[in-house]
């Protein structure tokens, strides 16, 4: 009988830490939903920052190639077929990060134009530039909070947009530009 009572004793045990397993992989589940579920309540209110500040930049004095790189960027940055793309581009800059080989690439003469275009804006409308600048970074972030295995795809750096917005800037809209060249153009803006 004591043998009976040793078996039934540990048959019992097993099925406690059983239990207990599965309570803790139920209670990490649910740490992991929540947390996801906070991302994508923050990429909602990020997009919401991002579409008001599109809906800004539908103003005369905005040039209009700023409106449709914005838009252009915007579309990118909706567009979840191109996600593939984006990751590899983040798996790819992580990795140059990681060995100290990451590089910003120079301004080619059609992302200076648009810089002068967006410092021209910057002088006279201050409102529109930073709707400008609030709709890419917005954007983008929204696009990490909802993608967060793409982050960082963009090499955009949030300290370095804070201590130099415009620099910053200009960064992440050439960043936005290589992306947006690797793939055509939405039908809406091709049209």
Known sequence: MPENVSTTLLFVLMIIVAAIAAAMAAIRQQETHARREAEMREAVDLLA???QSLAALDDDAVPPTIAAFALSVSDLLHDADDRLATLIAARIRRTQHERG???RPEPDA???ALMAEFNTLLDERPDLATAYVKS???GILSFERRYPECAGAFG???AKLIASPVDEAEFVVRQAKTLRDAWPPAPALAA
């Open 101 to 103: 080989t990451a590089r």
């Open 110 to 112: 059609e992302s200076m």
């Open 136 to 138: 890419i970074v917005a």
């Open 49 to 51: 920052v991002h579409a």
């Open 156 to 158: 955009f750096d949030l």
